[in-house]
């Protein structure tokens, strides 16, 4: 575990430094718009109202892009693995149609941004492909690469591909891109400054109060006033609008290391067999590319999800086998919300919504989603709707009935830990019981208790309940966090914020170590 440990965390994080972090309002403040979330759909929705020439504030919990978007394959493509079949079936090829429009529009806006303010964030043109070496998967290709393109993407299937091994089948997009989501969250921060916007970086969002202005609560005791309020949390923190019923979280490991260029595949490439593998690579230095390897899904904090280092093994294995020569130098995880229905949910908060505004439910796809939210958000606040505002609206009812098998099971998921989180635990361990660098959930003095013992021998032990809705957490040894099954928050050892939807931390529990 310690060698393990030695390789280096988010290549993107290190590679662009952010400098000192934007303190914390000094006292309450009052905007135009206040943006909750600083990732690519806050940060892109921020900037385009500022443009237009609204007064605007961030505020992020922790660093801007240090959160999902900071931990990206970063692929910026219209090509969802699969989408495009799958609405063609369920909303037709008109919202097919509307899908490809939106998200091939983003991709657009973000090349015209780097090219107009001049941004070195290693931008590429690349062809995007959903691949399949299985051949009895050819035929859903076949039938993908026919919707995408009847959707309006220069989609065709193909047999051979540059990767270094056989494939059985392909659909291919050209015209798709890659690049260095930090940098360019940090030259579009930069931009949004120039245009009179504000970042407040370690300012946690507590509650909301929907009014003419609206008000925002933080951690710090600060108030916010908005007249309109973007809710960009990748999860929502909010839950009025019940949207965690329908959005269901998943983890994801990536693997990366130098490869000599001349072995480097230069186009994009996922494919949904063996539990996910994605494969692109990245400019670097000394004649090589960087080869960003993605997989191994699960969902955090659920049973089985405990054998992290086991799923990092695997996709490294997998990653050496198919790349001879790969030495692994970085690894880290990123987070997903599946929509029940496949399409994001993007537009008001609820049906009684007149200031506040939501993006959610990417699905693995969040950089095209989150620039596509943006401008989408950004022309609701103006008075506008864009012809695709429908079909990312989160009030919509309609998709949910047509695939309640989908919301059902999400359902199902969460009551199973909800309730079975409560039943007497007859297989914990003793607080002795944990070796160094484990965790488990433990009943002291009669309450679930969270316990984790560090490298040095001592316990660190908080409530084991999630602060959100009060699921059990679960300990993921790979990477130090308590996760909640039920909806995806994540804790360090001392109970402390990774990941919402949880707004406050876990309480610590006072146990005596052995």
Same mark, same amino acid.
């Given at each position: ?18 400098? +000192? ?21 806050? &940060?892109?929705?921020?900037?385009? @109202? ?28 219209? %090509? ?45 043109? *690349?062809?995007?492909?959903?691949? +399949? ?18 959707? $309006?993407?220069?989609?065709? #299937?193909?047999?051979?591909?540059? &990767? ?61 006033? *908005? ?62 590319? @960087? %080869? ?5 899904? #699960? ?53 009684? =919504? ?21 401008? @989408? ?13 429908? &079909? ?5 009812? +309609? ?30 361990? *003793? ?7 484990? $965790? ?15 490298? =040095? ?17 679960? #300990?993921?040894?790979?990477?130090? +966090? ?33």
């Amino acid at each position: 575990m310690n060698a393990e440990r030695e390789i280096r965390g988010s290549y993107w994080l290190e590679t662009a430094p952010g400098g +000192a972090p934007a303190p914390p309002p000094a006292g309450d403040v009052s905007v135009d718009v206040a943006v909750v979330g600083g990732g690519i759909a806050g &940060l892109s929705t921020a900037w385009e @109202l500022a443009r237009r020439g609204r007064e605007v504030a961030v505020l992020e919990a922790d660093r801007i892009a240090a959160g999902v978007t900071g931990h990206t394959t970063a692929k910026l493509t219209a %090509l969802h693995t699969l989408v495009y079949d799958h609405l063609r079936r369920t909303r037709g090829r008109e919202g097919a149609r509307l899908y490809a429009d939106s998200q091939s529009a983003a991709l657009r806006r973000a090349a015209e941004v780097v090219t107009d303010l001049g941004i070195d964030c290693d931008w590429e043109e *690349a062809a995007a492909h959903t691949y +399949a070496e299985a051949p009895e998967h050819v035929e859903a290709l076949r039938a993908e690469a026919e919707a995408a393109r009847e959707a $309006g993407l220069p989609a065709e #299937f193909v047999t051979g591909t540059e &990767l270094p091994y056989p494939v059985a089948g392909a659909v291919r997009v050209t015209g798709q891109a890659q690049f260095h989501p930090v940098k360019y969250l940090r030259a579009l921060t930069d931009d949004l400054k120039r245009h009179g916007g504000t970042v407040y970086e370690g300012t946690r969002v507590t509650g909301l109060t929907e009014g003419e202005p609206c008000v925002l609560e933080t951690d710090t005791g600060v108030s916010v006033r *908005a007249r309109e309020v973007v809710v960009a949390t990748h999860y929502p923190i909010f839950d009025r609008a019940l949207l965690f019923t329908r959005l269901s979280p998943r983890r994801e490991l990536v693997v990366a290391g130098p490869i000599d260029a001349d072995l480097a595949p230069r186009d994009m490439y996922i494919t949904t067999e063996q539990n996910t593998r994605s494969v692109r690579s990245a400019p670097s230095t000394d004649g090589t590319r @960087l %080869l960003v390897v993605t997989g191994e899904h #699960f969902t955090p904090g659920a049973p089985g999800a405990a054998d992290v280092e086991e799923r990092f093994a695997r996709l490294t294995a997998w990653a050496e086998s198919r790349f001879p020569g790969l030495t692994p130098t970085h690894r880290w995880a990123t987070q997903d919300n599946d929509s029940t229905d496949s399409v994001p949910l993007v537009g008001r908060l609820h049906p009684g =919504s007149r200031h506040t505004y939501v993006a959610t439910g990417f699905g693995g796809w969040g950089l095209s989603g989150g620039i596509m939210a943006g401008r @989408l958000i950004a022309d609701l606040v103006e008075g506008r709707e864009p012809e695709w505002a429908g &079909l990312y609206d989160p009030r919509r009812l +309609a998709s949910v009935v047509r695939e309640g098998g989908t919301f059902l099971k999400t359902q199902a998921h969460v009551a199973k830990h909800f309730v079975g989180d409560r039943l007497p635990s007859v297989t914990a361990p *003793a607080p002795e019981d944990l070796a160094p660098g484990d $965790g488990a959930v433990l009943r002291v003095d009669g309450h679930q208790c969270a316990v984790h013992r560090d490298d =040095s021998g001592q316990l660190h032990a908080v409530s084991a309940r999630c602060t959100h809705l009060g699921c059990l957490v679960a #300990f993921n040894r790979a990477e130090r +966090a308590w996760e909640c099954p039920c909806h995806g928050s994540r804790f360090d050892p001392d109970g402390r914020i990774l990941q919402g939807p949880a707004v406050r931390p876990l309480e610590p529990r006072d146990i005596t170590s052995p």
